[in-house]
C-alpha cells in the first residue's frame, strides 16, 4: 500500500532507493535462514532410517554454520542501511551498491557451496578439521 502511494505520488524512485541498497542483501540472508530452519525441522518430520536425534544433531550442528556466515551478511546489511541508504548519494549509486553487495553474496554462495557439494562437505562442525595445533 506505501509502495502504491509512493509510486502515485511519483516518489517511487526515494522508496526504491531507501529499500533497495540494504533490503536485498537482507531480505536474502532471512529467507535463507528460514529455508536452514525448515531443514531442521524436517529431519524431526522426517528422519529417514536413522533415529530422529541423531539427524537433528547431525543437521543441527550444520545449522550453526550457516547461523555464523548469516550473522556476518547482515552485519554488512546493516552497514549498508546505516552508511549507505541514508547517504546524499544519488538513487541509482546506492541501488547500485545494493546490487553489487548482493551479487557478490550470490556468487560466493554457488561458487563455494558448489565447491563444498563436490568435496561432499555437509557443514557438521564436528567434521570440520581441528585448527588448533597440539601437542
Known amino acids: 500500500m506505501i509502495a502504491g502511494l509512493m509510486f502515485a505520488a511519483g516518489r517511487g524512485g526515494l522508496l526504491l532507493?531507501?529499500?533497495?541498497p540494504h533490503g536485498l542483501l537482507e531480505l536474502t540472508a532471512v529467507?535463507?535462514?528460514?529455508?536452514?530452519?525448515?531443514?531442521?525441522?524436517?529431519?524431526?518430520?522426517a528422519p529417514g532410517d536413522r533415529p530422529r536425534g541423531q539427524v537433528l544433531a547431525e543437521r543441527g550442528r550444520g545449522v550453526v554454520s550457516v547461523a555464523v556466515g548469516l550473522v556476518g551478511v547482515l552485519l554488512v546489511s546493516g552497514l549498508i542501511?546505516?552508511?549507505?541508504?541514508?547517504?546524499?548519494?544519488p538513487t541509482f549509486?546506492?541501488?547500485?551498491?545494493?546490487?553489487?553487495?548482493e551479487a557478490a553474496f550470490v556468487s560466493y554462495i554457488v561458487y563455494f557451496g558448489r565447491r563444498a557439494a563436490k568435496a561432499g562437505e555437509t557443514g557438521d562442525i564436528e567434521d570440520a578439521p581441528d585448527v588448533v595445533p597440539t601437542s
Open 17 to 20: 532507493g531507501l529499500l533497495i
Open 93 to 101: 549509486v546506492r541501488i547500485a551498491i545494493g546490487l553489487l553487495a
Open 31 to 45: 529467507f535463507l535462514a528460514a529455508a536452514t530452519g525448515m531443514r531442521l525441522g524436517w529431519s524431526v518430520i
Open 81 to 89: 542501511e546505516a552508511m549507505v541508504t541514508p547517504s546524499p548519494l
